[in-house]
T-cell receptor, first 115, second 116 residues
């Protein structure tokens, strides 16, 4: 069975400082891992994905994540936070047959960016 | 390119009433998903369609929830009768045929249901 744990329900940073959103996963197979972002009253949007290629994955808006199999982690980082980064972030794991892969979402981390 | 369209955006009903949500996926997307997102939780898959066939409905409460995707395009999700615990945002997502299982889903803005 697959699962993800987002270690922080809320993270608050100041504009211009680094962002770290933590995610640990559990999977019986080689998983695919994703980060999605949800801005208020907007649909979920894919930020980045890991699918067994390079372990350091770059996404949109300056975000990146590193897949660490030994630590079963897939933390999301950004060197410098912007006010527009304030949103809910979801870590997602996917495994199973290609045609039936289920996405399992974490419970989310709300990022606040202070001016 | 138009995104995933959902309606209504908001719905308030009393328990034991029925409600229906509609979704129009991105043109050409073969796969359509319905997710339930309860406040404070991540989205949970209810049902996945490939064209107009069901791929996965293992987490759909079939005693009260039903969904269909006629002609492999639009989809409706119905709840009858509604319970208080059905209060949630219902998200529709779609993906192109080649993206099955890759996690690249395109989500609508959701339909927020409040059951009183």
């Amino acid at each position: 069975a697959q699962s993800v744990t987002q270690l922080d329900s809320h993270v608050s940073v100041s504009e211009g400082t680094p962002v770290l959103l933590r995610c640990n996963y559990s999977s019986s197979y080689s998983p695919s891992l994703f980060w999605y972002v949800q801005h208020p009253n907007k649909g979920l949007q894919l930020l980045l994905k890991y699918t067994s290629a390079a372990t350091l994955v770059k996404g949109i808006n300056g975000f990146e994540a590193e897949f660490k199999k030994s630590e079963t982690s897939f933390h999301l980082t950004k060197p410098s936070a912007h006010m527009s980064d304030a949103a809910e972030y979801f870590c997602v794991v996917s495994e199973g047959d290609t045609g039936r892969r289920a996405l399992t979402f974490g419970s989310g981390t709300r990022l606040q960016v202070q001016p | 390119e138009a995104g995933v369209a959902q309606s209504p955006r908001y719905k308030i009903i009393e328990k034991r009433q029925s409600v229906a949500f509609w979704c129009n996926p991105i043109s050409g997307h073969a796969t359509l998903y319905w997710y339930q997102q309860i406040l404070g939780q991540g989205p949970k898959l209810l049902i996945q369609f490939q064209n107009n066939g069901v791929v996965d409905d293992s987490q759909l409460p079939k005693d009260r929830f039903s969904a269909e995707r006629l002609k492999g395009v639009d989809s409706t999700l119905k709840i009858q009768p509604a319970k208080l615990e059905d209060s949630a945002v219902y998200l529709c997502a779609s993906s192109p045929r080649g993206a099955i299982g890759t996690g690249e889903l395109f989500f609508g803005e959701g339909s927020r249901l409040t059951v009183l």
